[in-house]
Structures are given as C-alpha cells and as structure tokens.
C-alpha cells in the first residue's frame, strides 16, 4: 500500500471521527499564517503583520494522559491529530474558538519522505 493511499484512510477516518464525535456547533480548527508585507526596521520600514486562517478540516484534539505530564509536556498542553493537507511547523499558531495554541513539537509521523500525518504538541497561548 503506498503512502497516497495511507494518506487518503488517514483523511477519511479523521473525517469519521469528527463526524461522530462533532455537532453543528463544534469550533473549528484554523492554522494561522503570519505574512509580513512590510519591512524590518521599526522606523523607516515598519512591518506589518497580517493573518490568513487556513481551517484544518481533518483536524482533532487529544489530551495528554496525566502520567506523560513533566518535562516537556506541561499541564494544558494537547496533541492535535490532522491529516497532511496543510503543513504545520513548530512555532505555528493554532486556532480553535477563542483559544490559540502554539506548536511546540511538530509529531509527524512520515516513515518515509511523504507526511502521513501531524500530531503536533500545542500550548496555549
């Protein structure tokens, strides 16, 4: 089975899974791309920092079992679960609600050159 395929059960089973688990109303996930359009000197060339939300259709959250807290997993922290549609990158921002994460460890698994999926460790804000 090559990775595409891997690729496509990963999707469709994320999907499932938040179709179960999901309502009407549930948040969803956004990735949150930081753009400067502008320039590196705060006086004569100002940068100007814009968003662009990316949702993260296949995406979902586990918490940390207790035992795992310490180190570098602290209380709060959660593994997000999504598919390899849009890369994630340690030090990206995450959305959910109200709420914003930052990825502090990528956890993709990729046995070969192609990501099958992300499961970075996020921390809130």
């Known amino acids: 089975m090559g990775s595409a395929n891997i690729q496509a059960k990963i999707k469709k089973g994320l999907a ?3 179709a179960k688990t999901g309502s ?11 753009v400067n359009t502008g320039g590196n000197d705060p006086v004569f060339n100002p940068p100007n920092i814009t ?11 586990k918490e940390y079992n207790q035992s795992l807290i310490g180190g570098n997993i602290v209380a709060g922290d959660r593994q997000l679960v999504t598919d390899n549609t849009v890369i994630i990158e340690v030090g990206d921002t995450i959305e959910q609600g109200s709420t914003r994460y930052t990825v502090i460890d990528l956890g993709q698994s990729a046995p070969t050159s192609d990501v099958l999926v992300y499961m970075p460790q996020v921390r809130v804000k």
Request: no cysteine; hydrophobic share 60%; glycine share 0%.
């Open 51 to 61: 968003e662009s939300l990316v949702e993260l259709v296949n995406a979902i959250f």
């Open 16 to 18: 499932k899974a938040i």
């Open 24 to 34: 009407a109303s549930s948040e969803k996930v956004f990735l949150i791309k930081m």
